[in-house]
């Protein structure tokens, strides 16, 4: 019985750490077009925009725990804005990368999704991506975002465990492009909703009372990291 549970244990890790076959190039393109389509027209991005939450606020949560502050909960609204909350010191390293983490997040995400599907490990980021789900799913603190969680890493187990390795190529590079393209709006959006008098407590705020550096100049930090992931990212993914 050990044995065979080993066994299968064995398989199974062999099954997600393989390499897998890239897609045709024609492949990577059109899910290049539907995250293009689902980013740029303004309506479906008011819906699209969650998944960017996820992201936003997962790291937020995420580099909060690895810089030993205590997650307390997650919150996603709605009107696609969302809140990490968090225990600790209320300034020092700690605090900077926490409320840094949000905005570079998707983009550092889409990046290493891209690495990842550069590597032909396409099982393995589509797997990884769903354990980061269930555990963010744990510290859900409403409803809308307990919902959220649900459909997201619902698709994912659904795609990792019934669909064939042409779907979860496509969905696995979907899901990158996205990252990668719709990591670069929120900032700008930002940056508008500021210049309109509005946000006053937004991210880029927070670091600038935190640090004493201009909030301009952490709009800079977003652009280039979200910016330069879409390139490098992309160039990796086109390259495969």
């Given at each position: 019985?050990?044995?065979?549970?080993?066994?299968?244990?064995?398989?199974?890790?062999?099954?997600?750490?393989?390499?897998?076959?890239?897609?045709?190039?024609?492949?990577?393109?059109?899910?290049?077009?539907?995250?293009?389509?689902?980013?740029?027209?303004?309506?479906?991005?008011?819906?699209?925009?969650?998944?960017?939450?996820?992201?936003?606020?997962?790291?937020?949560?995420?580099?909060?725990?690895?810089?030993?502050?205590?997650?307390?909960?997650?919150?996603?609204?709605?009107?696609?804005?969302?809140?990490?909350?968090?225990?600790?010191?209320?300034?020092?390293?700690?605090?900077?990368?926490?409320?840094?983490?949000?905005?570079?997040?998707?983009?550092?995400?889409?990046?290493?999704?891209?690495?990842l599907l550069g590597?032909?490990?396409?099982?393995?980021?589509?797997?990884?991506?769903?354990?980061?789900?269930?555990?963010?799913?744990?510290?859900?603190?409403?409803?809308?975002?307990?919902?959220?969680?649900?459909?997201?890493?619902?698709?994912?187990?659904?795609?990792?465990?019934?669909?064939?390795p042409q779907v979860?190529?496509?969905?696995?590079?979907?899901?990158v492009w996205f990252?990668?393209?719709?990591?670069?709006?929120?900032?700008?959006?930002?940056?508008?909703?500021?210049?309109?008098?509005?946000?006053?407590?937004?991210?880029?705020?927070?670091?600038?009372?935190?640090?004493?550096?201009?909030?301009?100049?952490?709009?800079?930090?977003?652009?280039?990291?979200?910016?330069?992931?879409?390139?490098?990212?992309?160039?990796?993914?086109?390259?495969?």
């Open positions: 019985m050990d044995s065979t549970a080993t066994a299968s244990l064995a398989s199974l890790w062999d099954e997600v750490s393989g390499t897998q076959p890239d897609p045709d190039l024609w492949v990577v393109i059109a899910t290049l077009g539907a995250a293009l389509a689902v980013v740029v027209p303004h309506g479906l991005w008011r819906i699209s925009r969650n998944a960017i939450t996820i992201a936003h606020e997962g790291g937020h949560g995420l580099v909060a725990l690895l810089t030993g502050r205590t997650l307390t909960g997650i919150r996603l609204h709605s009107d696609t804005s969302g809140l990490t909350v968090s225990r600790g010191k209320p300034h020092g390293i700690g605090m900077i990368l926490t409320a840094a983490a949000g905005y570079t997040a998707p983009p550092l995400l889409g990046l290493g999704g891209a690495a590597a032909g490990r396409i099982t393995l980021l589509l797997w990884a991506a769903t354990v980061l789900l269930l555990a963010m799913l744990v510290m859900i603190r409403n409803a809308y975002g307990a919902l959220t969680m649900l459909v997201t890493g619902g698709l994912f187990v659904l795609v990792s465990w019934l669909a064939g979860q190529a496509a969905f696995a590079y979907a899901v990252l990668l393209i719709g990591g670069v709006r929120p900032a700008f959006e930002l940056q508008a909703k500021r210049a309109r008098g509005g946000a006053g407590d937004s991210d880029a705020d927070q670091l600038s009372r935190l640090t004493h550096v201009p909030a301009g100049l952490w709009f800079f930090l977003f652009h280039a990291v979200s910016l330069c992931s879409l390139i490098g990212g992309g160039r990796w993914m086109l390259e495969t």
